[in-house]
């Protein structure tokens, strides 16, 4: 089965305003705790329908913090499963010392870290999303569970995604801004359909 995922998913919400950069300078503001060095580990996949798994990936999972700007910033989370393909998701979001936010006007859609627990909830027509884990300096570790209402490439409608990341880094004084990354292009799914976009190479 051969290059059977080719799904990228992503959302690409910005919200308010955003603050002058000199305002969020802070070493203890998010994305100086989280940014810089990516977070590196295992990235797990399974597709079930009915109730039963029916194919299963696994792979290398990567977590960055990248496109800072003002009080917003991406996150992105990277599943590459070698030949089989690979799944992108990007959410943009408000962050402030400690806490992460992607919110929108409807309550019931939202991506939030707080107090080191990450949850999300994301549906359009096609699919609706469900976030949930845990962000520490150190480590990360989420699923990612994907409900498909409409066919997705290899994801019939009716069919399920449940996508793990578990991940990790160590960080020391000299590691910078983790501006020595390379960055590659991907295919990234948006609201409007699939994009290409850049993503760390470290």
Same mark, same amino acid.
Do not use: H
């Given at each position: 089965? =051969?290059?059977?995922?080719?799904?990228? %998913?992503?959302?690409?919400?910005?919200?308010?305003?955003?603050?002058?950069?000199?305002? %969020?300078?802070?070493?203890e503001?998010?994305?100086?705790r989280y940014?810089?060095?990516p977070? @590196?580990?295992?990235?797990?996949?399974?597709r079930? #329908?009915?109730?039963?798994?029916?194919?299963?990936?696994?792979?290398?999972?990567? %977590?960055?913090?990248?496109?800072?700007l *003002? /009080?917003? @910033?991406?996150? &992105?989370?990277?599943? /590459?499963?070698?030949? =089989?393909?690979?799944? $992108?998701? =990007?959410v943009?979001?408000k962050?402030?010392?400690?806490?992460?936010?992607?919110?929108?006007? /409807?309550?019931? %859609?939202?991506?939030?870290?707080?107090?080191?627990?990450?949850?999300?909830?994301?549906?359009?027509? *096609?699919? #609706?999303?469900?976030? #949930? *884990?845990?962000?520490?300096?150190e +480590?990360?570790k989420?699923?990612? +569970? &994907? /409900?498909?209402?409409?066919? $997705?490439?290899?994801?019939?409608?009716?069919s399920?995604? $449940?996508?793990?990341?578990?991940?990790?880094?160590?960080? !020391?004084? $000299?590691?910078?801004? *983790?501006?020595?990354?390379?960055?590659?292009?991907?295919?990234?799914?948006?609201? !409007?359909?699939?994009?290409?976009?850049? &993503?760390?190479?470290?």
């Amino acid at each position: 089965m =051969k290059s059977i995922i080719k799904l990228c %998913i992503g959302i690409l919400v910005f919200t308010s305003c955003t603050k002058d950069s000199e305002e %969020i300078n802070s070493k203890e503001n998010f994305t100086a705790r989280y940014g810089g060095k990516p977070f @590196v580990g295992t990235a797990k996949g399974a597709r079930s #329908q009915d109730g039963v798994t029916n194919y299963t990936w696994n792979g290398e999972g990567r %977590i960055a913090l990248i496109e800072a700007l *003002g /009080d917003s @910033v991406s996150m &992105v989370f990277m599943a /590459d499963f070698g030949d =089989k393909g690979e799944i $992108n998701f =990007k959410v943009r979001g408000k962050f402030d010392e400690s806490t992460y936010r992607m919110e929108t006007s /409807d309550p019931t %859609i939202y991506f939030r870290i707080l107090e080191e627990q990450i949850t999300g909830s994301i549906k359009n027509a *096609g699919q #609706q999303m469900l976030f #949930q *884990g845990s962000m520490q300096q150190e +480590q990360v570790k989420m699923t990612m +569970q &994907v /409900d498909f209402m409409e066919e $997705n490439g290899p994801f019939p409608k009716g069919s399920s995604l $449940n996508l793990s990341f578990d991940t990790n880094r160590e960080v !020391s004084e $000299n590691d910078g801004d *983790g501006s020595g990354c390379g960055t590659r292009l991907v295919p990234i799914w948006s609201p !409007s359909g699939v994009t290409m976009g850049l &993503v760390p190479d470290c």
